[in-house]
Nanobody, 126 residues
């Protein structure tokens, strides 16, 4: 059974940092593309950052480039999202998702993903 479990969400002040973790179980990341998505109240789900585990190709939403970094730890079967210089507009539920393909372009399109975690809340507020 394939599972993705997110953790690391919290309340943080503007300018602060958080690291989200996505632990994969029932499969290894090799051959998969893993993505981080978010959904704020009243808004559609959007892709934040995605990584093709086999090729290392990454993709980022424009508004998080230079602030967020996605990376993987194969030994721990975990994908991380390091978020720095957080802004109030980053507030959302963050989801981890996986698709069993090595996507090469348009990595962060939610409709391409087949397996989803339950999400972790990130709130950026003073």
């Amino acid at each position: 059974q394939l599972h993705l479990v997110e953790s690391g969400g919290s309340l943080v002040q503007p300018g602060g940092s958080l690291r989200l973790s996505c632990v994969l179980s029932g499969f290894t990341a090799d051959g998969y593309t893993i993505g981080w998505f978010r959904q704020a109240p009243g808004k559609e789900r959007e892709g934040v950052s995605c990584i093709s585990s086999s090729t290392g190709i990454t993709d980022y939403k424009d508004s998080v480039k230079g602030r967020f970094t996605i990376y993987r730890d194969n030994a721990k079967n975990t994908v991380y999202l390091q978020m720095n210089s957080l802004k109030p507009e980053d507030t959302a539920v963050y989801y981890c998702a996986a698709v069993p393909r090595r996507l090469l372009v348009r990595l962060c399109v939610a409709e391409r993903y087949e397996h989803w975690g339950q999400g972790t809340q990130v709130t950026v507020s003073s």
